[in-house]
């Protein structure tokens, strides 16, 4: 044990001296920063940064330290940090047996108006609430969820910090506890360090990590301001794909603002069969698509120069109602970055209905039982049509075939 000790301390110590040169070669190579950030934040060493934990207390300390050297303030309610209370338990919901931190840094240019970007840094320790592969007690290591989203924050505040006669503040926040249900963005809207009032607008990165050979980036929130979609069309690069959608609630941090009437844009770069598993590992990491996605968000930023201010409005909230829409469930992630006709299946999740069924990763769904499916939305509409304990014949596109499987629920 002690031996074990000693070698996990000479390892540190080893990854310290990395990160160090790293650090004074990223001044001309960003992507080693970015690089850095993700493999440290993604090492067995943090063992999957589950909130409440020493691992998210090491990364939490990792993250003030970056914001520090990078010439940020501290904005938390003790120094970088604000410490929240949870339950650890979610069906315990009243018992706050464990506590969290936010780690808030602050560029502060005398200005009225302040922007928020975030990114989680937690995520599920061993497998805690939440994974996908729930007998599998590995480290989860989370390098695109969400150790990516950080990597892009702390590389905007770096460019941010060198911005001349920015016109708003910036605060820029790596919250904790989203895993367990956005704990962290929830108690910053309910304990704000900077007045609520000032803040222009929220731009989160979850999940920037596996920006795909289609350059496709789903941006969320889109409807939440007037402005956005005007901005985002101005700057969107060629090559590049834009899935907009209007909604300002999702599974992600930005809804705590949204509900607190602030527009929000959500990035990300679409999910895929390592989401929430121990697979989802440094070395499957687009780190040249964490800088094109963070050049991007950078490119908005700028563009609010324009607007001194974003007119705020309320969406459908389409995800809220397609949670509540549907009783039951295939078993497959969709492919949110997908552009065709159809819903394309990213992964089959072992045991549920479709794997049983034989559907496979990369199908394209085009009809659940009567129902013609040309999108993700449509999906999940043909899927409240449903209750377990039925079957459907499901219809998809196999490469250059159309086969038919039936679904039992």
Not at 167 to 174: G, H, I, K, Q, W
Not at 262 to 281: A, E, M, R, W
Not at 366 to 391: F, N
Request: aromatic content about 8%; glycine content about 8%; charged content about 25%.
């Amino acid at each position: 044990m002690i031996q074990t000790n000693r070698f996990k301390h000479l390892l540190s110590s080893l990854f310290i001296v990395v990160v160090t040169c790293a650090a004074i070669k990223s001044q001309t190579d960003p992507l080693m920063q970015i690089r850095v950030d993700v493999v440290y934040l993604a090492s067995d060493d943090l063992e999957g940064r589950e909130t409440g934990t020493q691992g998210e207390a090491m990364a939490a300390e990792y993250i003030r330290e970056r914001m520090e050297k990078l010439g940020l303030k501290a904005k938390g309610s003790q120094g970088w940090f604000q410490e929240f209370n949870f339950a650890s338990n979610p069906h315990e919901l009243k018992n706050l047996d464990k506590k969290g931190k936010n780690v808030i840094g602050f560029l502060d240019n005398k200005a009225k108006k302040t922007l928020v970007i975030g990114a989680h840094y937690d995520h599920l320790g061993h497998g805690a609430t939440g994974s996908l592969a729930p007998n599998d007690h590995s480290i989860h290591n989370g390098a695109d969820d969400n150790a990516s989203g950080v990597a892009a924050l702390l590389w905007l505040a770096e460019q941010l910090k060198q911005t001349k006669n920015l016109p708003y503040n910036v605060l820029f926040m790596a919250f904790s506890g989203e895993e367990f249900g956005l704990y962290g963005s929830k108690a910053f809207m309910e304990n704000p360090t900077i007045d609520k009032a000032s803040i222009l607008g929220m731009i989160n990165m979850d999940m920037v990590g596996r920006l795909n050979a289609e350059k496709t980036i789903a941006i969320s929130g889109v409807g939440t301001s007037r402005e956005w979609k005007e901005i985002l069309d101005k700057i969107k690069p060629a090559g590049f794909q834009f899935n907009y959608s209007d909604g300002g609630i999702g599974p992600s941090d930005h809804t705590s603002f949204y509900l607190k009437d602030i527009p929000v844009l959500h990035f990300f770069t679409g999910q895929h069969k390592d989401y929430h598993k121990p697979s989802d590992d440094s070395p499957l990491v687009n780190y040249s698509g964490i800088l094109e996605v963070s050049k991007i968000i950078l490119s908005t930023m700028q563009q609010l120069d324009h607007y001194p201010s974003l007119t705020f409005q309320k969406t459908k909230d389409e995800d809220k109602q397609k949670v509540s829409s549907f009783k039951v469930t295939l078993g497959v992630m969709p492919d949110y970055v997908y552009n065709g006709d159809g819903m394309r299946i990213d992964a089959v999740l072992d045991g549920r209905p479709a794997q049983k069924a034989g559907l496979e990763a990369g199908d394209i769904i085009i009809k659940v039982g009567d129902t013609p499916v040309k999108d993700v939305y449509e999906y999940m509409a043909a899927l409240g049509k449903y209750e377990k304990g039925q079957s459907a014949d499901v219809q998809v596109k196999r490469k250059d075939q159309v086969i038919t499987k039936k679904v039992e629920f």
